[in-house]
């Protein structure tokens, strides 16, 4: 499993700060969660993290070191990576797509011995889609192509899992299944996740974005506050303890418009206030 620490990252394109005075630590083991609306720069930070874009500045480091100075062949034997846009089209089957994890460790063309089938029909089991290993990718449903991308990164025995959005575009009970197939795993995560329910139930650790900075970090407890919701996504909302994990749930009320609002503007007014000017203005 895997540390990280993040100093300073800066990603600017043009004259306009993408990323901004990025900071945040990942101890071995966690779940951390990155949270925020569409546009905040979770994506971005993903890649930044990942290597897929270069920050303009920053200080990244995994385990202790530097990730510049780790080979892409290194890189790739501690770090998987499962985006957020795979090609659904893969023509291969789901057998031969989780064999794709074993790149960083034999290379393109090598085959498959003895040892490494056993390998992939474990972590086909370990994400439970054994029985669809000779299935076509392109014909699963999106929480098994999800399940597939889950196992192919498992096969390359990385110490650190980031997930760009994992539940995107899943039915509810997807989600829970995938999100929770996650948190089972024996290794440091980083997922960027849309559902604050999901994220406040499941992450040991929570970053939340806007507009290219830090707002909050740190458990789901510290970082979901109602009016730090309310700020950030401009809905209003109050928090209560699940009943099964005593963590914060979000309950979402209606009627209400907190956009472009700075955080002193933003209060929380209540809940038949608004349902009833929502029938007023309908």
């Not at 797509?97 to 460790?105: C, R, S």
């Not at 009627?255 to 955080?263: A, C, D, L, T, V």
Request: charged share 15%.
């Amino acid at each position: 499993m895997a540390s990280l620490e993040v100093n300073g990252l800066h990603w600017q394109v043009g004259d306009r700060a993408l990323l901004d005075a990025i900071a945040f630590s990942v101890k071995t083991g966690q779940m951390l969660g990155i949270i925020g609306p569409n546009g905040a720069g979770k994506s971005s930070l993903l890649r930044c993290l990942y290597r897929y874009i270069a920050p303009t500045a920053a200080s990244i480091e995994l385990n202790g070191e530097p990730i510049a100075q780790y080979s892409a062949k290194e890189f790739a034997r501690k770090v998987a990576v499962v985006q957020q846009d795979t090609p659904v089209e893969l023509d291969m089957t789901v057998e031969q797509l989780v064999a794709l994890g074993l790149t960083p460790h034999k290379g393109w063309f090598a085959s498959l011995t003895a040892s490494d089938k056993a390998n992939i029909a474990a972590v086909l089991e370990r994400v439970g889609i054994s029985l669809l290993a000779k299935r076509p990718y392109h014909g699963l449903s999106g929480g098994e192509k999800q399940r597939a991308l889950i196992a192919r990164a498992l096969l390359q025995q990385p110490q650190l899992l980031i997930l760009d959005e994992p539940t995107n575009h899943l039915d509810i009970r997807y989600q829970i299944q995938i999100m929770e197939l996650v948190h089972s795993l024996d290794m440091t995560v980083i997922a960027s996740i849309h559902d604050l329910n999901l994220a406040s139930a499941l992450c040991d650790q929570l970053l939340m974005l806007n507009h290219g900075q830090v707002v909050a970090m740190g458990t789901p407890a510290e970082v979901l506050t109602e009016a730090r919701i309310a700020d950030v996504f401009g809905v209003c909302c109050q928090l209560v303890k699940h009943p099964q994990h005593s963590r914060p749930c979000i309950q979402y009320f209606y009627g209400y418009e907190f956009q472009n609002r700075s955080p002193n503007q933003v209060s929380s007014p209540s809940p038949l206030q608004g349902i009833n000017q929502h029938k007023v203005n309908n």
